[in-house]
């Protein structure tokens, strides 16, 4: 487990001098006028955690990373996790490789939370454009917590004493050419609270996803299905969203405990090859006010 101590929010919400660009009132940032392969970097890790604790997503443009540069970003941030898609003789076993072109339509669109089959879910990731069509293959960022907001008080209430159990069989069995049964000896079915609460800022979060999610403890099976598919569609609102469009040496870093995200499948037949790196989380909880 790799996660960042509680800050107080005058602390943990200080960007310093970074150069910030918000793409939209709710969610998401740009900084400028920055380089992340400078040997100092180091030194702006707390300003750069701010603006993502901050705006939820975080983005860079014009890096020029190597491989192992990006991985070094990464672990200032904590503990790298190893996907199981990854290859097993891959060198930089750390990054997780996404390209799709002629041979391969994406299929990361829909809206998700990385890897919410975890006992502890990623605190975030970081991912790369390597290479990128002409036009096409943006990825848009939802915020959870105003998707919380907005629910009803009653709603609220009643989500926040949930658990909901999620499945990696439910995205990647076919992927990995694996059954259920042998995904879940490595992988067992893990239970989450509906309504997670951020560990740092201490914020709500609506947290079940099309992905992962399989269904409500405690619900009938027709109940939890229209309680997930309700709570699925507050991301389809456009008020809390940002959309990043990429060019090459473009760079997003997301916090995966507040926010979910969507890759635009529109570029086939084109080629998008992408890099990430996924920072290790903690075991999500719920706390009232």
Known sequence: MATMAKLEPETALDTGDLNLRPMTPTIGAEILDIDLADPDIGQRIPEIRAALLKHGVIFFRDQKLTAHQHIAFGRH????????ATPKKQADREILHIA???ESRGRENMWHSD???RPEPSLGSIL???????VGGD????????????LSPEMQKFCSGLTAVHDIARVFGKRLNMTPEQLHEKYPLQSHPVIRTHPETGKQVIYVNRAFTSHIEGLSKTESAALIE???ATASNPEIQCRFRWEGGSMAFWDNRICQ???ASDYFPAVRKMERVTIAGDKPFYKGA
């Open 77 to 84: 941030f904590g503990e790298l996790e190893i996907h199981p």
């Open 100 to 102: 799709h072109g002629p």
């Open 115 to 117: 890897v919410t089959w």
């Open 128 to 134: 790369r454009a390597v290479e990128v069509p002409e």
């Open 139 to 150: 990825t848009l960022f939802v915020d959870m917590n105003r998707a919380y907001e907005m």
């Open 230 to 232: 309700h709570l699925c």
């Open 261 to 263: 995200h969507f890759a």
